[in-house]
């Protein structure tokens, strides 16, 4: 059973700095493109970043770009999200998602968007930003 299992969120203040992690089980991890997404309370879902499953390629929203850095470490199963100069608006709930095929080619950012569709994410965790 795959099971992805975020953690690091939390209350900061507006200009501070977060790390989430996601780890991932019962999947060939390293196979995968992995994103994140976030959703805020009345919003829809939506995409944050994404790396490919080799780390060779990553993308993110133009509202996080220059702020946030996805990387991977496929020895230990675990996509981040450094979140640097946070602002109140990056408040959400945010959810990691494995890419639907493994090996996938990520060679846009409507590509890594697609993400969206995949069936296996994460449970969320809060970010709070406080100004």
């Known amino acids: 059973q795959v099971q992805l299992v975020e953690s690091g969120g939390g209350l900061e203040q507006a200009g501070g700095s977060l790390r989430l992690s996601c780890t991932a089980s019962?999947?060939?991890?390293?196979?995968?493109?992995m994103g994140w997404f976030r959703q805020a309370p009345g919003k829809e879902r939506e995409f944050v970043a994404a790396?490919?499953?080799?780390?060779?390629?990553?993308y993110y929203a133009d509202s996080v770009k220059g702020r946030f850095t996805i990387s991977r470490d496929n020895a230990k199963n675990t996509v981040y999200l450094q979140m640097n100069s946070l602002k109140p608006e990056d408040t959400a709930v945010y959810y990691c998602?494995?890419?639907?095929?493994?090996?996938?080619?990520?060679?846009?950012?409507?590509?890594?968007?697609?993400?969206?569709?995949?069936?296996?994410w994460g449970q969320g965790t809060q970010v709070t930003v406080s100004s």
């Open positions: 998602v494995a890419d639907r095929l493994a090996y996938r080619p990520l060679v846009s950012i409507t590509a890594a968007q697609a993400m969206g569709a995949s069936n296996t």
């Open positions: 790396i490919s499953w080799n780390g060779g390629r990553t």
């Open positions: 019962g999947m060939p991890f390293n196979s995968y493109g």
